[in-house]
C-alpha cells in the first residue's frame, strides 16, 4: 500500500507540535516536517506499523540532527536567543480556556537550557509519551543511556526553570498592575509585582538594540522597564493585552517599537519577562 497523503496530514498538525516544542522555531519545525513527509513517501509500507509513532520518531530524529546544527548558530546570534512566539490578540478568558494545551512559553525558556539529548528525550518521553527503547533509537543510543538523558533534561529543567503556576485571573490582574506601574513610571509599585529573583531577557537579534544579556532582581528589573517606557523608545507605541503562547503577555505596537512581551507569574508576582524584539520570530496567528 503506497503512502497515503491524507493518513500524513491528518497528523501533521501533531508533528508540527512535536518539532515546535524541539525546535522553537515555527519555520524550522514546518520544514521538519516536510521532510518526515519526504522520508514517510520513500519507506515501505513494512516499515509502518503505527503510522503516528513512526512519524515521531523521524521527526524526533531530524530535530536532533537541527538542534545540533543550531548549536553553532545560536552561539554566533546577537544577544539573548528566545523562541518563537504566538501571539493571539483575544486576551479574554475563553481564549485562554481554549488554549491551555498551548506550547508555553516558561516550558520553551527551560528546554533552551537543555542539551540537544536532554531535550529530545525529555520532549519525546514527557510530552508525548514514546517509550525510552524508542527514544534510544532517535538518539542512537541504548534505552539506559536515554533514560538518563530524560532524568538529566528533567532535573535541568527543574533546577534551571522559571515559576509559573497563575490561572487566568491572577494573571490578568498582575500584568494590569504592571502595566499600570510602567505606565506611570512608579518605580515601587512596579518592584511590588516582581519577585525578588525576577529574570528579565530580552530577544532584539541585532535587529533592536536592547539589552544583551539577562537582567535579575526586582529593583534592576523595575529601572529597566520604567527606563524603556519613559526613554523616548516607546513614544506613541500602544500595548495590547494579548496571550503569548497561551499566557497574559503583551504586544507592543508603535513606529519606533514594535514586538511582544511574555510573562510567568506565580504567588502574584511575574517572576519572568521575556521580550520577543526580532520580527522574524514573531508570529501573530493561530497557535499550533
Given at each position: ?12 498538525s501533531h508533528l508540527v507540535s512535536v518539532a515546535y516544542r524541539m525546535l522553537g522555531s515555527v ?89 540537544p539529548e536532554q531535550r529530545v528525550a525529555l520532549v519525546l518521553h514527557d510530552a508525548f ?160
Amino acid at each position: 500500500m503506497p503512502p497515503s497523503a491524507e493518513a500524513f496530514e491528518a497528523e501533521r498538525s501533531h508533528l508540527v507540535s512535536v518539532a515546535y516544542r524541539m525546535l522553537g522555531s515555527v519555520a524550522e519545525a514546518q520544514d521538519v516536517v516536510q521532510e518526515a513527509w519526504l522520508r514517510y513517501t520513500r519507506a515501505s509500507d513494512q516499515d509502518i506499523r503505527d503510522l503516528r509513532g513512526w512519524l515521531t520518531t523521524v521527526t524526533g530524529r531530524l530535530c536532533l540532527d537541527v538542534l545540533k546544527s543550531a548549536r553553532v548558530s545560536r552561539e554566533a546570534y546577537t544577544g539573548m536567543w528566545l523562541p518563537e512566539y504566538f501571539v493571539d490578540p483575544d486576551a479574554g478568558p475563553a481564549a485562554q480556556a481554549e488554549q491551555r494545551d498551548q506550547v508555553g512559553l516558561a516550558l520553551l525558556v527551560v528546554l533552551e537550557r537543555l542539551s540537544p539529548e536532554q531535550r529530545v528525550a525529555l520532549v519525546l518521553h514527557d510530552a508525548f509519551g514514546v517509550p525510552y527503547d524508542e527514544v534510544a533509537r532517535v538518539l542512537g543510543t541504548t534505552e539506559a543511556a536515554a533514560r538518563q538523558h530524560a532524568s538529566r533534561g528533567r532535573r535541568a529543567a527543574a533546577e534551571g526553570g522559571v515559576r509559573h503556576t497563575a490561572g487566568p485571573v491572577e494573571q490578568r490582574r498582575v500584568l494590569a498592575a504592571f502595566v499600570d506601574a510602567v505606565n506611570s513610571g512608579d518605580l515601587a509599585a512596579l518592584a511590588s509585582v516582581l519577585a525578588p529573583d525576577v529574570v528579565s531577557i530580552s530577544d532584539g537579534g541585532g535587529f533592536t538594540r536592547t539589552a544583551l544579556r539577562p537582567i535579575v532582581g526586582a529593583d534592576k528589573v523595575a529601572r529597566f522597564f520604567v527606563g524603556i517606557a519613559h526613554g523616548g523608545r516607546m513614544e506613541g507605541a500602544v500595548l495590547e493585552p494579548v496571550l503569548v503562547n497561551g499566557t497574559a503577555g503583551l504586544l507592543v505596537r508603535g513606529e519606533k517599537a514594535y514586538g511582544a512581551l511574555g510573562l510567568t507569574i506565580a504567588d502574584g508576582r511575574i517572576t519572568g519577562l521575556f521580550q520577543q524584539l526580532n520580527p522574524a520570530k514573531l508570529s501573530v496567528s493561530d497557535s499550533l
